[in-house]
């Protein structure tokens, strides 16, 4: 008696096919990873804009206020004293321009460090940089802030700034 050989293969994928699968996936990992990557850069970007024209438009009411914008040369120590700190450390507070500035409600991560040395960062956690018309370095007659951007070096294509 003849058997019938049957059609019955093995059931299961080939190794083949499993490296096209994880292939196929790597590839998209990648490139979620990417595009993330780019969304997080345009966010922190937007974040330091916004945050530059708020401090602008409190220097600018702090003039009003005062006559003459706040002494500084390059840290963020001087602009956060004169648009937070001076204002909540007396009783009762003096005006205070900036109340995102709060150390102790840091919510959107504006600053870093106490109240007493408090610096305002940008997104990347690195001081902004306020300087005086007056200044050697001034770029404005009237004030400059600038962020250094995500590689934290001044003067590249990446620094954000009112000038």
């Known amino acids: 008696m003849k058997m019938k050989s049957s059609n019955l293969q093995p059931k299961g994928f080939t190794l083949v096919e499993m490296l096209v699968v994880i292939t196929i996936i790597v590839i998209l ?3 979620s990873i990417g595009g993330f990557s780019i969304v997080t850069q ?3 970007n ?6 530059i024209a708020l401090l602008s438009k409190a220097l600018e009411e ?10 500084g040369s390059a840290g963020s120590n001087d602009l956060y004293k004169a648009l937070y700190y001076n204002g909540a450390s007396v009783t009762p507070p ?5 109340s995102q500035l709060d150390p102790d ?12 040395n408090a610096k305002i ?9 306020y300087r005086r018309g007056d200044h050697d370095n001034a770029k404005n007659p009237d004030f400059d802030l600038l962020s250094k951007g995500k590689d934290g070096i001044e003067g590249n294509a990446d620094d954000i700034d009112n000038f």
């Open 46 to 51: 937007s974040q330091a804009k916004i945050q």
């Open 121 to 129: 960062v940008d997104p990347w956690g690195k001081e902004y940089i």
């Open 94 to 98: 003096e005006k205070i321009y900036v």
């Open 42 to 44: 345009k966010k922190a």
């Open 62 to 71: 702090y003039k009003l206020d005062n006559g003459e914008y706040p002494a």
């Open 29 to 31: 990992a990648g490139l």
């Open 105 to 116: 409600n840091n919510k959107q991560g504006w600053t870093e460090g106490t109240e007493a």
